[in-house]
């Protein structure tokens, strides 16, 4: 195929050359950034050249693989055009916060205009105003076209607190880019302040409990039944919790029900690597690795530490973690190693598995596992990086490497799914340069619920 393309390129310069207009403005017509991705070039000039590659190809699933409608990143694209009972127009909204952070960072490298950027952006904030709310929170899916709920399960048919939480942290990341002195960014400001205004953290108490709920539903009301407690992916919706203007929550919520009493603490320590912070359901050897993804796409470790933790601990030697048990291999995979680790939750030889060490390693390596990791593995995941580009196309695709693969079963699917594939670019932007770190940290109300949870930052 790149070959195809170099050829056809020599024969658009060389009619150029002889005059055939025709010709010379097809030769000239921008290139789209798919386009880029699957004539990708053999080798880069540099480290740096290679992650503005990676990080422009793996945006692009927010970009031109958007949904039309709403400017939102569809639940999962499948390049093989299987989808099962699956609806591919089913737009996710904790995969579009990740997307909205990558549309940041894009406008920041100039993978787009600003201008583009910021239009972009108020399509999908007009959209998410007029869309599905519940007490100002979203759902976990809507349906493209109409903005409609579409129900993640039978009783999960509301207000997803967690998956909004995902969104909004990027939304305030959005907020603190924009200039108030242009008119299209003082719009996207105050629209953005409206949405954060009217979450209502304060209702997902359940009825004023120290703690916060992930679910609510106009029909089952709280039958859901799921009390945000201990230590996962969840971290970012108590500090935005803590953080709202209008609806928040008390410090009692963080420490009774998200640390359950202070009793979250653990001295496991896998392959020599402290944990801090008893993983749920993954204690001894920790959970998959986007839980030190989600809520840090903002919310910057470095320096951050309450009564129970240091976070860039909890974060960094999370990573190192999953990287040792990978080159350890206990179970024997083959291709795990230095150069290719990453567990996490993904596409999976079974479906799809929360994949981390122990029982659930299935011998499936995810690649925004390392590549998400950057900022706490650099070393380890350019390393990586570099393994998986080896393959090729084996593994590779118009929106960069596909969701998942396993070398032991010599097994891979041509198919992205939104919460994997746009992590990468901002959390590499965050290896970087801290921009989104930086943007959120700058936020006034969440250095006010930072310190009303107790939280210390010293970078």
């Not at 055939?20 to 798919?34: D, L, W």
């Not at 859901?224 to 969840?234: D, R, S, T």
């Not at 990287?323 to 291999?329: F, I, L, Q, T």
Request: proline content about 5%; charged content about 20%; overall charge negative.
């Amino acid at each position: 195929m790149r070959k195809l393309f170099l050829f056809a390129a020599a024969l658009a310069i060389t009619a150029a050359a002889t005059g055939c207009k025709g010709t010379q403005a097809q030769a000239e017509a921008p290139v789209s950034i798919a386009e880029e991705a699957i004539n990708r070039p053999d080798t880069f000039a540099s480290d740096s050249a290679m992650l503005d590659f990676i990080q422009k190809v793996h945006f692009n699933y927010m970009w031109e693989g958007a949904d039309s409608t709403s400017g939102l990143a569809y639940e999962r694209i499948h390049l093989d055009g299987e989808y099962g009972v699956d609806d591919p127009k089913t737009v996710t909204i904790g995969g579009s916060g990740f997307g909205v952070a990558g549309l940041v960072a894009a406008m920041d490298r100039g993978f787009i205009t600003r201008e583009a950027g910021v239009e972009r952006l108020n399509k999908i904030v007009d959209y998410l105003t007029k869309a599905d709310r519940f007490h100002g929170v979203w759902p976990h899916w809507l349906d493209g076209p109409t903005g409609k709920v579409k129900p993640f399960g039978k009783k999960d048919n509301g207000g997803d607190l967690v998956e909004s939480c995902f969104l909004m942290q990027s939304l305030l990341c959005v907020r603190q880019y924009m200039d108030a002195n242009v008119p299209a960014e003082k719009q996207l400001i105050d629209k953005i302040n409206k949405l954060w205004n009217e979450m209502e953290f304060d209702w997902y108490r359940n009825g004023g409990k120290n703690v916060v709920y992930w679910h609510w539903s106009p029909e089952y009301q709280w039958e859901m039944n799921f009390p945000l407690e201990g230590y996962n992916e969840c971290l970012i919706v108590y500090i935005l919790g803590a953080s709202s203007p209008t609806h928040s929550i008390p410090a009692e919520c963080y420490h009774e029900g998200w640390a359950r009493k202070g009793t979250f603490t653990t001295d496991a320590a896998p392959y020599g690597y402290p944990l801090e912070l008893s993983h749920n359901y993954a204690e001894k050897m920790g959970g998959p690795l986007f839980w030190a993804h989600y809520s840090y796409i903002g919310l910057d470790p470095r320096g951050l530490k309450d009564r129970y933790a240091d976070y860039w601990n909890v974060t960094r030697n999370h990573a190192m973690s999953d990287y040792a048990y990978c080159v350890d291999n206990p179970k024997g995979y083959k291709g795990y190693g230095e150069n290719c680790w990453g567990l996490t939750a993904s596409y999976s030889t079974k479906g799809y598995a929360a994949h981390c060490p122990g029982d659930n390693d299935l011998g499936v390596i995810t690649p925004t596992a390392a590549l998400s990791s950057f900022p706490y593995t650099p070393e380890e995941s350019m390393r990586a990086l570099k393994y998986f580009y080896s393959k090729g196309e084996w593994i590779w695709g118009k929106y960069g490497f596909y969701d998942a693969f396993s070398e032991q079963e010599n097994w891979t699917l041509p198919r992205y799914l939104a919460i994997d594939q746009l992590t990468i670019a901002p959390m590499i932007e965050n290896y970087r340069s801290g921009l989104l770190w930086d943007l959120f940290m700058s936020c006034p109300e969440v250095q006010s619920g930072l310190q009303k949870l107790g939280f210390t930052v010293n970078k």
